[in-house]
């Protein structure tokens, strides 16, 4: 009998993907554990393993169609000489729907750019069908509606769904999303059309998310890294000339442990906004944000605080490679309590970042460079770098971020801690 | 074509068996029912339908004695009971035939005699049918729906005797008005017997075990009813135990027990309303996977029973016993057994109705069990006498309760008592079965003048305040 081949979940938060590309054609053959389809998501592209053998029957969905519900037949799996049906089989409520399973991430998409535990695809501004109590409880609960499936009469969001989907997320504070907005197209105006990848549309729903709905502000310091410098060459230094045991820490390691050590010291900063409490995190986890080719992403660096500076290191350009080659596994990127954005290396100035919510703070690093400062009465020469903390106000008052800098400065300027 | 091969057998022509059977033909399937006694069951020979007659009846006795209040004047006003008892007859008579032509119209075949599940054959479950014990055909179809019903409850020593103890059969069909009644059990079974008795006149006592008449109601609607039910008359003996039973010529004395002191009700005749039971015997489940318990078989959301393939829907399925639950459960196991996606029936969307004067009607949770749910609540009221309309058709006793989730405005129970509650509840169904909240009820225009306008004004109550009190 026919078997209806299924958009296939690939994460708890998936509700939907694009059909990447067919592997097999029509007529061909499948194996169990053959490679049928990859499906690409906001966060990676994944390949469709056949579970049950037969003919690919039909191609129900073509290649490249984008925004396809989980769940939604996609082709049908006919036993050889089996005739083959129009239209996808009706299923009764027992059905088990699975007739394909994920594989690990392969990849050549990108993933993500951060992190948070329920990201979710965008609305398209297509008409959301939910009862008005599914949309009560979820605006409560900070349920985007668009990213869920409906079980009711005509796929209407039902209060069950939302209540699924509730105890499926943990709690994020995430508040309603705002509708999508058009760009408006300047009149006359010649343009090229470059549609969005997966990745463009989360980076543009997250971060519109974070700017308009957290309340942002900005703590700015300057800090001098002569002493972390001289430390560095000193390290790198003791590093054998080559062989496994080779490293070569960067200024943006020590940074990273240097941010993780001050976030064990203001462990209130460690912390995320929810509906009905803040949330301290218990591990300090660093995103670290990697620029890749049309986006970013942020690897994390899980209990920084507890690991040495080579393990850091290693771990950071590992983590970085493979973001850039697509590798990356969705554990390695969502989470995170704190991230980093160090834009040194373009000798940028200051910057200011934009909030990874649920995370309550971003430290923005700008380039160190040899500027003149007042020591005493005298002016004397001083490698210094602008570093700019973004916080939730919700969570993080003023006071408290002034204290997280000046912290972070300390530890900098004094760096011996990073490594005892 | 072979006769005896169906796509889907129904054994019980009830509001359960019948509808499903309906949906089932409708949706292409070739359906046979099985029905031992009459097309339309209970419901509409012995139980909701007949009693509505009674009960209109009864209101237009009540009616005649009370046209003063509207300016006439009426002498001599009597009625012949036997004919009252007749129209009931004849409105189950003429509905019946409606079923029956309904079924044929929708290419269902029926089939008088007994059924009962007799096994598998070829992949097929069998259905042997009897007549008078003796088995007459045996049919065959992948899909079986169970759908036999329930009976009364009878408690020993209060058997239906035919004369002195009623059941529900009896007393719908009774040869003359009794002068004295006790009616044990105050479900709406119970109930609206005891209406419609005193409203054609007889002194009647009611007896319930429960510290409340309509135990499944609200117990602010249970109260507005037990004062009602006494100024009309009646004597209610709630937290109440039943004694000896002795049967006189034309007589019953029972002993009955409230707060230690027992006294002795002497009536006519006794009404015993106490429940029902499942009709689980002799329908062939000894030896399958279907499991019974405490005469009900036990079904999944989707009324799928430990057997593949065989359904029960209704009475024998378990509570609430209501004849819209089973034509509601049926329709989803045709649609089911047609392969179409359907939605589990949610207990709490299923409205009550009992037809005594002044109705009452109510759909999911009491204030009690809300509460127990761990819910904030928010409770609106609204009485009749507030209700323009109710005051001009002289009906202004009622009242109607709304029970809200403070958090997400979710309508948790609505509870209503008063003229024509009963037309109005599915008003709340509707919000209910819609997932709408306080927002879209306070936003709802109510027609105006009518009686509907409490529902909005309860509503109106939970929140900002009623307009009219």
């Known amino acids: 009998m026919s078997i209806n081949i299924l958009m296939p979940a690939l994460s708890p938060t998936m509700t939907e993907g694009k059909l990447a590309r067919w592997v097999k054609a029509e007529g061909e053959a499948i194996a169990a554990g053959d ?28 290649e490249g169609t984008e925004g396809i519900a989980v769940n939604t037949p996609i ?122 990848s997966t990745m463009r549309k989360v980076i ?18 300057d800090v001098q890294l002569d002493a972390l410098l001289a430390l560095r060459k000193q390290l790198n230094a003791a590093s054998p000339a080559e062989g496994p045991d080779a490293y070569k820490i960067s200024v943006n390691d020590m940074l ?75 554990e390695e990127f969502q ?74 400065r300390n530890v900098v300027e004094n760096p011996m801690s990073l490594v005892v | 074509m072979n006769t ?22 409708q949706l292409g399937l070739k359906v046979a029912v099985v029905e031992a006694a009459q097309l339309g069951g209970i419901c509409l020979n012995w139980g909701c339908i007949p009693t509505k007659a009674l009960l209109r009846a009864s209101e237009i006795n009540h009616l005649l004695h009370n046209l003063g209040e509207f300016g006439f004047a009426a002498d001599n006003v009597r009625f012949d009971f036997a004919r009252v008892v007749k129209r009931s007859r004849n409105v189950s008579a003429q509905l019946s035939a409606g079923v029956a032509h309904l079924l044929k119209k929708h290419k269902v075949t029926v089939i008088n005699g007994f059924g009962k599940l007799a096994g598998m054959a070829g992949g097929q479950r069998k259905v042997s049918v009897s007549v008078d014990g003796k088995e007459t055909v045996t049919l065959t179809a992948p899909n079986v729906i169970v759908a036999t019903g329930a009976r009364a409850r009878v408690l020993p020593g209060l058997e239906p005797d035919g004369k002195l103890v009623w059941s529900y059969r009896e007393a719908m069909v009774p040869k003359e008005l009794p002068r004295s009644l006790l009616v044990i059990g105050s479900g709406a079974i119970g109930i609206e017997f005891a209406s419609f008795y005193r409203n054609m006149g007889a002194e009647v006592t009611i007896v319930e075990v429960a510290d409340r008449i309509l135990p499944v109601e609200d117990a602010e609607i249970s109260a507005f009813a037990c004062k009602a039910l006494e100024k009309q008359g009646m004597k209610i ?134 509460k127990a749910a761990g819910h904030k609540l928010r409770v609106g009221r609204f009485p009749f006498i507030g209700n323009g309309k109710a005051i001009a058709m002289g009906e202004p006793e009622g009242m109607v309760k709304t029970i809200f ?23 709340y169904v509707i919000a209910r079965t819609g997932e709408l909240t306080d927002a879209e009820l306070k936003e709802t225009i109510f027609p105006h003048p009518t009686i509907s306008e409490t529902m909005h004004e309860a509503v109106l109550a939970a929140y900002d305040g009623a307009l009219h009190i």
């Open chain 2, 237 to 370: 003996l709630t937290g109440a135990k039943l004694g000896a039973i002795r049967k006189g010529d034309n007589s019953v004395t029972i002993d009955v027990t409230m707060g230690g002191k027992t006294r002795q009700v002497m009536v006519e005749r006794v009404i015993s309303a106490v429940g029902i039971v499942g009709n689980v015997e002799n329908i062939g489940l000894e030896g399958t996977a279907i499991e019974v318990d405490r005469t009900h078989i036990r079904v999944d959301p989707y009324c799928r029973t430990g057997e593949k393939g065989v359904y029960a829907i209704g009475d024998i399925a378990g509570a609430p016993w209501l004849a819209h639950k089973a034509s509601h459960e049926g329709v989803m196991v045709a649609e089911q057994i047609a392969g179409r996606t359907v939605h589990p029936i949610n207990p709490l969307n299923i409205p009550g109705c009992t037809y005594c004067r002044p109705q009452v009607a109510s759909v999911g949770m009491t204030e009690e069990k809300a």
């Open chain 1, 256 to 330: 990273v442990k240097a941010a993780a050590l001050t976030l064990r010291r203001v462990p209130k900063v460690n912390v995320a906004y929810s509906d009905d409490a803040t949330l301290v995190y218990d591990d300090v986890d660093i995103s670290v944000a990697v620029s890749i080719p049309d986006g970013l992403i942020t690897p994390i660096v899980r209990r920084a605080d507890t690991k040495g500076l080579r393990q850091i290191s290693n771990e950071v350009r590992d983590l970085a490679t493979r973001a850039r080659a697509g590798r990356l596994k969705p």
């Open chain 1, 35 to 62: 490679v049928i389809a990859e499906i690409e998501t906001d966060k990676a592209t994944m390949e469709v393993e056949a579970v049950d053998e037969g003919v690919l029957g039909r191609i129900l969905i073509p």
């Open chain 1, 75 to 196: 082709g049908i799996l006919v036993a050889e000489g089996e005739s083959v049906p129009d239209a996808p089989v009706p299923a009764t409520p027992a059905a088990a729907p699975a007739s394909v399973a994920p594989a690990t991430a392969s990849a050549s998409a990108a993933p993500a750019p951060q992190a948070a535990p329920a990201a979710a695809p965008t609305a398209k501004g297509r008409r959301v069908f939910a009862s008005p109590l599914a949309r009560r409880i979820a605006a409560g609960k900070g349920i985007d509606l668009s990213t869920l499936k409906g079980s009711g009469p005509n796929g209407r969001i039902v209060r069950r769904d939302v209540e699924q989907a509730a105890s499926a997320a943990p709690p994020t504070p995430k508040p309603a999303a705002a509708a999508p907005v058009a760009a408006p197209v300047t009149a006359g105006a010649g343009y090229e059309r470059v549609p969005h």
């Open chain 1, 335 to 408: 989470g995170g309590t704190f991230s980093i954005s160090n834009m040194g290396m373009y000798g940028v100035k200051a910057f200011s970042a934009i909030l990874n919510p649920p995370q309550a703070g971003i430290l923005a690093i700008a380039a160190g460079e040899r500027r003149p400062v007042v020591k005493g009465d005298e002016i004397t020469i001083a490698t210094v770098m602008t570093v700019t903390l973004s916080v939730d106000h919700r969570v993080v008052d003023g006071a408290l971020a002034a204290e997280w800098v000046s912290a972070f």
């Open chain 2, 405 to 427: 989730d403070d958090a997400t405005g979710e309508l948790l129970g609505a509870h209503m008592i008063g003229p024509e509650v009963t037309e109005m509840i599915q008003g």
């Open chain 1, 204 to 221: 543009a729903r997250r971060l519109t998310e974070a700017k308009t709905t957290v309340p942002h502000f900005y703590v700015e310091m």
């Open chain 2, 4 to 25: 005896t091969q169906f796509d889907v057998i129904v054994i019980g022509g009830g509001p359960g068996g019948y509808v499903a059977a309906i949906r089932a033909g």
